[in-house]
């Protein structure tokens, strides 16, 4: 019955997918998986790269963004650690420039130089490092690829992808902890929420 379930879960999933979608996906499948084998990628796995990337690009059309994570290693452990650490970096520095530079006004009506001000610079280091620390749970492979160079050490790229719905209440608690952690004022606080209501790309 758990078996029949799953099959039965499977082609709803997919059937989300318009025609014009499943068309692109299979041609974007086709496109990467063609230029990673070009370029001496392998997939991490059983599976055929091209149906991993055809699932991949599916996510991505019913609204997930991707990240990327890349590493370097003789060890594959590690290797995919280091994508992963890279991956959880690069989203938290791409989150934080999102709400940098954003005009926030004071109670007065003035603008705040966001910019030089030491009070948000120790605010935008402290929401980058904890949406960091947040965003993990979230961060979904897609699959992993590798390439092996003449040294006996791997290339690797793992792909993620990431809901942005739950992303958001990620970032959101990153917020208020950077807020309350960097003395930010809660009038400001307020402001900056309403920037980090976009998708993370």
């Known amino acids: 019955m758990i078996l029949m379930a799953l099959c039965l879960i499977a082609p709803v999933a997919m059937a989300q ?3 014009k979608q499943e068309k692109q996906c299979n041609k974007n499948a086709k496109e990467r998986a063609k230029q990673f084998k070009k370029d001496g990628f392998e997939i991490m796995g059983s599976r055929p790269l091209q149906d991993e990337l055809y699932k991949h690009f599916s996510k991505l059309e019913m609204g997930a963004t991707e990240q990327l994570g890349t590493g370097h290693s003789k060890s594959q452990n ?24 954003r005009s926030v006004t004071d109670s007065y009506g003035n603008e705040v130089d966001t910019e030089n001000d030491p ?15 947040e965003i993990k749970g979230e961060l979904q492979e897609s699959f992993t690829i590798m390439k092996k160079n003449d040294d006996g050490s791997y290339d690797f790229r793992m792909y993620f992808t ?19 952690e960097s003395g930010l004022a809660q009038n400001y606080a307020k402001q900056v929420s309403e920037f980090i209501s976009e998708p993370v790309k």
């Open 119 to 133: 009070e948000f610079a120790r605010f935008y280091a402290a929401y980058e490092r904890l949406t960091q620390k």
């Open 78 to 101: 590690n290797g995919r650690q280091m994508c992963l650490t890279f991956a959880m970096s690069e989203y938290a520095s791409k989150a934080a420039s999102q709400i940098k530079g």
């Open 162 to 180: 990431v809901d942005e719905n739950k992303a958001l209440a990620r970032r959101q608690k990153a917020l208020q902890d950077a807020a309350a």
């Open 17 to 19: 997918l318009t025609p």
